[in-house]
């Protein structure tokens, strides 16, 4: 492969696509074998060797578009086209959501699977959108790495409690966000917080499609890169060449600070896995019960019995304690990627009641915070900042909250009654209760247009975050955009390969051709629970006869980078 080796497929894994808590993938000062350092910013793509096979640019674009305030760089990467140049069709960008996932780590990690699936008339191009990684200026609110650790524990439970695990919780996350807001705020000496916003990145797109030499987009987003996509489609509908959209997160909720609606359809994804387990049987689905509702009802008993006493756990490199956060945020976790986790899942939990947390806890550890408290370190911006790029681009986005605790609890109270995981999703509202810095004209939609060119607008039937409602709303936004459903579990149609969807996807980008309106996709190539004798593995399964077996390869290898992987305690998945 041609990314660094320290790119490790771990650190990728947890550039989720919409992350909600942010992956600390390992402690910090994530390196590289290329260093952007060395590279001067144009305002046209100088391109020089990265990566072996890449390229690599710093685009200069201004910090502030409407006035003159300096400006900012955006570390791009192009894999180049392969196909002779009278068929190049311009860039591709992709963005894997966050928001603060790097584009650049992950074209980086797998760009040649994603010229196998969208073709070789295309330059594949990531970028890190403003604040992120290796652009500049980047998000920082803590001066150190020790700093930084101890407002981001790997712990679950003291890292992303749940709002329901005591009466005590919401003040206390209500306490830290004030002071988070308030550090950030202090700490931005630069004045550039105000700037790290979606209709900045969008206005970006646009300098480096142009920078191209074309003056339509070529995007592909997922989850928050689906935002991304609807407001660069409503700012520049002229501009459109290709948008596609997966996973789609609503403008309104977004641009509200009000994520309640988010999940609309998590449980039906959790209800998947009871369906799933019992069509299974005991062989394949460790938590096996002959209805679903005597599964629920046991792994309602696991969580009240974890809730009565936790497992404190030591492993010969890590500590901790598998109580009612912990274990919420782990079932939560699973449902983003069902036909990776079901069945580790299920034997966990059969772990678990049978009294044994040692093989839980391990697979989801992460090594005791070692400190390079060099003094050189200090100051140093982290490269892999998704923490701090999250909460900034979204509470910079949304509306000015200045909830009291007790609208928070009544916020709460409100979500809960949209679905059973508001304990978890709920914190989105809190981390946004101290945030300080809006930038006043900021774009807040209304998101809609009549674009220059369709939008493809993809949403699975039981998303646990990105609800099928929403993608059908932002289809009627777009009056000629195109919807195709994918009838599976998970968050984005990265969760499975599918024929149907991803050879929609790819007819899509390169003759502009839109599937059959109201399509419903199957996915193929991949069981919620594979027979327990299968030698292929968690989701390797035999393709459906006459498949594209090199297209659904390609997709399962981009899944596997793009889409988050329940690593916790690591990295928190949305
Ligand atoms: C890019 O801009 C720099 C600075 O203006 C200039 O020196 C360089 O020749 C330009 N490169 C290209 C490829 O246009
Ligand atoms: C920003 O870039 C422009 C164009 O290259 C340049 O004229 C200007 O001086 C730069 N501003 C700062 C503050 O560096
Ligand atoms: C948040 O959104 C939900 C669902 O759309 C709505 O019922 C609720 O009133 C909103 N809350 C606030 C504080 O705006
Ligand atoms: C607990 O589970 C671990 C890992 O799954 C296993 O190695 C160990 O033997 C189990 N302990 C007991 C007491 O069964
Ligand atoms: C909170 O936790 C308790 C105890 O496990 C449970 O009975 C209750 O249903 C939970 N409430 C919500 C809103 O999830
Ligand atoms: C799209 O165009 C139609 C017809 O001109 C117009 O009625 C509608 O308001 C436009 N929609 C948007 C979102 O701009
Ligand atoms: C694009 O159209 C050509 C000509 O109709 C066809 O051969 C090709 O299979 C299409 N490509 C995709 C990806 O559907």
Redesign the pocket.
């Given at each position: 492969m041609a990314f660094s080796s320290r790119f490790s497929r771990l650190a990728i894994a947890s550039q989720l696509l919409f992350a909600l808590f942010v992956p600390i993938p390992f402690a910090f000062g994530q390196s590289s074998d290329f260093d952007w350092e060395t590279l001067t910013a144009y305002?046209n793509l100088t391109w020089t060797s990265c990566y072996g096979g890449f390229q690599c640019s710093l685009l200069?674009v201004?910090l502030d578009y409407s006035a003159?305030k300096?400006?900012a760089s955006i570390a791009v990467v192009r894999l180049p086209a392969t196909a002779p140049k009278s068929e190049y069709l311009g860039p591709i960008l992709f963005n894997p959501g966050g928001p603060g996932g790097s584009g650049v780590s992950t074209i980086v990690s797998i760009g040649s699977q994603f010229a196998q699936f969208l073709g070789p008339q295309f330059d594949i191009v990531g970028f890190d959108p403003r604040g992120v990684s290796f652009s500049k200026p980047a998000v920082s609110f803590f001066k150190t790495a020790a700093e930084r650790q101890s407002w981001t524990p790997p712990d679950l439970d003291s890292r992303y409690p749940s709002l329901n695990a005591s009466s005590g919780v919401i003040p206390r996350v209500w306490g830290q966000f004030q002071l988070i807001g308030q550090l950030a705020q202090e700490r931005d000496t630069d004045d550039i917080l105000q700037h790290i916003t979606t209709d900045n990145v969008a206005r970006d797109m646009l300098r480096i499609t142009q920078a191209f030499g074309f003056e339509k987009l070529q995007y592909w987003g997922v989850s928050y890169g689906s935002l991304l996509g609807a407001t660069f489609a409503t700012l520049f509908p002229d501009n459109v060449g290709r948008i596609a959209i997966d996973g789609i997160m609503d403008s309104e909720a977004w641009y509200s600070a009000n994520l309640t609606d988010s999940i609309l359809d998590t449980d039906k994804t959790l209800q998947t896995f009871f369906d799933g387990c019992v069509a299974a049987g005991p062989s394949a689905c460790a938590f096996y019960a002959p209805t679903a509702s005597q599964i629920a009802a046991n792994l309602a008993s696991l969580t009240g019995s974890i809730l009565a006493q936790p497992f404190p756990v030591k492993t010969a490199i890590s500590h901790g304690i598998i109580d009612y956060s912990w274990f919420r945020n782990y079932i939560f976790a699973s449902l983003y990627s069902p036909y990776n986790a079901f069945s580790g899942f299920a034997q966990g939990l059969a772990q678990l009641t049978a009294g044994n947390a040692t093989g839980v806890y391990t697979a989801n550890q992460t090594p005791d915070f070692e400190c390079d408290c060099k003094a050189e370190d200090a100051g140093k911006p982290f490269t892999d900042n998704i923490y701090e790029s999250l909460i900034a681009t979204s509470c910079g986005d949304g509306a000015v909250v200045s909830d009291s605790i007790s609208d928070l609890r009544a916020f709460y109270e409100r979500e809960a009654t949209v679905s059973s995981f508001a304990d978890i999703w709920g914190l989105w509202r809190i981390h946004c209760s101290g945030w300080k810095v809006h930038r006043p004209g900021r774009f807040q939609g209304p998101v809609g247009a009549n674009t220059s060119f369709p939008l493809l607008i993809i949403g699975n039937t039981a998303d646990p975050v990105t609800p099928i409602a929403w993608a059908k709303k932002a289809a009627a936004l777009f009056p000629k955009s195109v919807l195709l459903t994918q009838d599976s579990p998970g968050h984005t149609s990265l969760v499975a390969p599918s024929s149907c969807t991803h050879g929609a996807l790819r007819a899509y980008f390169q003759n502009g051709t839109f599937p059959a309106p109201n399509t419903v996709c199957d996915i193929d190539g991949a069981e919620l629970f594979p027979a327990a004798n299968s030698n292929s593995g968690n989701h390797r399964r035999s393709l459906k006869e006459g498949g594209d077996n090199q297209l659904l390869d390609a997709v399962r290898a981009i899944g596997d980078v793009v889409r988050p992987i329940a690593a916790m305690g690591r990295s928190w998945v949305v």
């Open positions: 305002e200069k201004p003159d300096g400006n």
